[in-house]
């Protein structure tokens, strides 16, 4: 079964630019996490969305977007890149959304941002 | 405030020898903790998880992990490493909802 993947595997940008990151969760799976990994740091939680909803949100400022789809794929978007934002992008699915049984969750590779 | 502690920012161990990784959790009752690996370049991969009963854990690769109340720690272990471990290892830990919070990692290097 294919896992967690996420497009592009590398992005450069410039500050002041807009980015957007794609996330495909694994089949069956409704829930999808995004999380921030600046270098040299653990990852930090930005969003969860189940069945296509924001269940929650970390604290990133309002330049951080995202939304889910009918077929449970999401896009996160940055706004207004600054170089601060420059990190690792992962994203992670799993079954069920907040409070489920099953809240284990599964990573994809991620997507290097660089801003410049 | 929730957090998660991993007090060792890089370990060196020789290859067959015995490995625990440390990490100690804040929350007032008894989170799901979770121990993910890192290798460079890649995702994350999960090793192991408690969320109730046996406090010993076994997890992959060799990986097991104790859960300790009295102490919030879920430490780590390994008998035997191999140089494949080499890696960074995050301990993890959900409070049922939807955010997981995740230790600042520690990176473990394996010499011969």
């Known amino acids: 079964d294919a896992g967690v993947t996420q497009s592009p595997t590398h992005l450069i940008k410039t500050r002041g630019q807009q980015v957007t990151l794609r996330c495909s969760p694994i089949s069956g799976h409704k829930s999808v996490s995004w999380y921030q990994q600046v270098l040299g740091q653990g990852p930090q939680f930005i969003f969860q969305y189940y069945e296509k909803e924001e269940r929650g949100r970390g604290n990133f400022p309002d330049r951080f977007s995202a939304r889910q789809f009918p077929n449970y794929s999401s896009e996160l978007n940055v706004n207004a890149l600054l170089l601060g934002d420059s990190a690792l992008y992962l994203c992670?699915?799993?079954?069920?959304?907040?409070?489920?049984?099953?809240?284990?969750?599964?990573f994809g590779p991620g997507t290097r941002l660089t801003v410049l | 405030a929730q957090s998660v502690t991993q007090p060792d920012i890089h370990i060196t161990v020789s290859e067959g020898a015995s490995l625990e990784l440390r990490c100690n959790y804040s929350y007032g009752a008894t989170p799901y903790l979770f121990w993910y690996v890192q290798s460079p370049g890649q995702g994350l991969q999960l090793l192991l998880k408690?969320?109730?009963?046996?406090?010993l854990v076994q997890g992959i690769k060799g990986f097991e992990a104790e859960f300790k109340r009295s102490q919030s720690s879920f430490n780590l272990r390994k008998p035997s490493v191999h140089w494949s471990d080499a890696a960074e290892y995050f301990c993890a830990f959900n409070t049922g909802g939807f955010k997981t919070i995740f230790g600042a990692g520690t990176r473990l290097f394996v010499k011969a």
């Open positions: 992670a699915s799993s079954p069920d959304g907040p409070g489920g049984l099953t809240d284990t969750q599964y």
């Open positions: 408690y969320f109730s009963g046996d406090t």
